[in-house]
């Protein structure tokens, strides 16, 4: 640049005799540079396997949901529950409740029997933010309590056969959730199967035919299946004669 015509070399001061420049011996600019973040938060979640619970229909289970969060500024995060995904945000989650440490991060809580939701929010230092939508269920995981009559002996007919009901050897059966009149009974001669007996129309098999050919001792499986699709087994021996 130029001042009254005596060239300044860029990067250089120049002396000079011109009034009000002479009598100054250095120049001071100050800029100020303002650099914006206008970027939000990316928050992500993969699907939620089914959490567990083991109590009474009144109880809760616990439930861990991680997430991650991609954000250069300091975030704060919250979470709100909407209880059995109603579109009705019924809580706002304690601070506490969310943990790891960037950029994985939980939400830890003990929820209901039922299908609910959480969505987590981040927003950073410059005021941007995003929520994310998390969907999860608590299922019941527990399996029903099967018991059964022990040392039964029953008696072929004259015609060569004996029918045998799974009524003939049940005492009791109860769950945690569902009621013991709704539970799903079954009854197979005992093998390694762990899968709840049920016949060639998907109905459970209640009912044994025995022969003549099979007098003796034998081992039946008592099974009990409740709401949530729990099964569980009993094995007993029956002496057939």
């Known amino acids: 640049m ?6 300044n070399p860029e990067g250089h001061w120049k002396s000079s005799t011109v009034a009000g420049i002479a009598d100054i011996g250095a120049w001071q600019y100050t800029q100020v540079i303002e650099v914006h973040d206008t970027s939000d938060p990316v928050l992500s979640a993969e699907t939620q396997a089914p959490f ?3 109590g009474d229909a ?5 439930v861990s949901i991680p997430f991650t969060l991609d954000e250069p500024c300091t975030p704060t995060l919250g979470a709100a529950y909407d209880e059995y995904n109603d579109g009705t945000i019924d809580a706002q989650l304690p601070s506490a409740s969310i943990g790891g440490t ?11 029997l039922g299908n609910h939701r959480v969505i987590v929010s981040a927003e950073d230092e410059c005021g941007n933010a995003s929520s994310l939508v998390i969907p999860f269920s608590v299922v019941d995981c527990k399996k ?16 060569g056969t004996l029918t045998l009901s799974f009524s003939d050897l049940l005492s ?17 001669r005992s093998d390694s199967s762990p899968i709840f007996p049920v016949d060639e129309a998907n109905a459970p098999i209640t009912q044994l035919e025995f022969g003549c050919d099979e007098v003796g001792l034998a081992v039946v499986e008592l099974w009990a299946k409740d709401a949530a699709g729990n099964a569980a087994l009993v094995r007993t021996s029956v002496t057939v004669g």
């Open 2 to 7: 130029s001042c009254d015509g005596m060239t």
């Open 52 to 54: 567990c619970l083991y």
């Open 58 to 62: 009144e109880s809760t289970g616990a």
């Open 102 to 112: 960037y950029p994985a991060h939980v939400v830890n809580g003990s929820f209901p």
């Open 144 to 159: 029903p309590t099967v018991v059964c009559m022990a040392g039964l002996s029953v008696e072929i007919s004259e015609s």
């Open 172 to 188: 009791y059966s109860e769950d945690n959730i569902t009621p013991s009149n709704q539970l799903v009974h079954a009854i197979r």
